[in-house]
């Protein structure tokens, strides 16, 4: 993999879409993925925009085409990457970021090793439910599913290469962006610039 791959997940009501758009706007060479769900179109959503709009037929015909680099149900539909895009930016050197649930994550790991996968951890249980409340999207059996969902998300924090705690939502930023400009130095993503300066 000569670019990168970074996936950035957590329980839902944790701020990865906040986290996710920040840190966007500060290092905008960044790829975006469009993933394709089975959920309808919430408010002004449109198809190719924020999500690829798909009936369950659609869905699975993607699946058995091998047209997904990860697929999960999440809430009650089903989400998945497109792997044409996402794989296409990475074999160019470029980088691509995800924001994915965590099954959707773990899967993303076991197929690439060399992602980066970065788990954003809410501050305490009490704050994830503040949070959840305070977004007044989810009815409170949602909320409750949320939360119960969340504790078992955390326990798996332990298969993330890094954890964010985003309690002061800059500071979160901040170690975001400097995990991904740490990763662009490995030395084994750099394996062709160090052997042009040999080749000189
Ligand atoms: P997710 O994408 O993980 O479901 P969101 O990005 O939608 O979560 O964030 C959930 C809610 O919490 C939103 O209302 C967002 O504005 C708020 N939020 C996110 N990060 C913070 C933070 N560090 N401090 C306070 N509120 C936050
Ligand atoms: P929403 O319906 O609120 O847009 O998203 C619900 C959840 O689906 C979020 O936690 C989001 O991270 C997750 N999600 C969005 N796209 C994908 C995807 O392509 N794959 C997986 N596994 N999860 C996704």
Redesign the pocket.
């Known amino acids: 993999m000569s670019g990168m791959l970074i996936v950035i997940?957590g329980p839902?009501g944790t701020g990865?879409?906040t986290i996710y758009n920040a840190v966007l706007k500060i290092m905008p060479d960044i790829a975006t993925?469009i993933?394709?769900?089975t959920?309808a179109p919430r408010g002004n959503e449109k198809d190719g925009v924020?999500?690829y709009f798909l009936t369950n037929e659609q869905f699975d015909e993607m699946i058995n085409g091998d047209g997904l680099l990860?697929?999960?149900e999440?809430?009650g539909?089903k989400?998945?990457?497109p792997k044409k895009r996402a794989l296409d930016v990475v074999e160019a050197g470029g980088k691509i970021m995800?924001?994915?649930?965590v099954?959707?994550?773990r899967q993303i790991k076991s197929k690439f090793g060399d992602c980066v996968s970065i788990f954003i951890m809410p501050p305490s249980l009490a704050t994830l439910e503040a949070r959840l409340r305070g977004r007044a999207t989810d009815s409170e059996e949602s909320i409750v599913r949320r939360l119960s969902e969340a504790k078992r998300e955390i326990a798996e924090s332990k298969y993330f290469d890094y954890v964010v705690f985003n309690d002061d939502l800059g500071v979160a930023v901040d170690e975001v962006v400097s995990i991904i400009r740490s990763e662009g130095l490995r030395t084994f993503r750099n394996g062709s610039k160090i052997k042009k300066i040999l080749d000189e």
Do not use: H, P
């Open positions: 997940s839902s990865k879409g993925s993933s394709a769900t959920r924020e999500y990860e697929y999960a999440v809430f539909n989400y998945g990457t995800l924001e994915i649930d099954r959707g994550a």
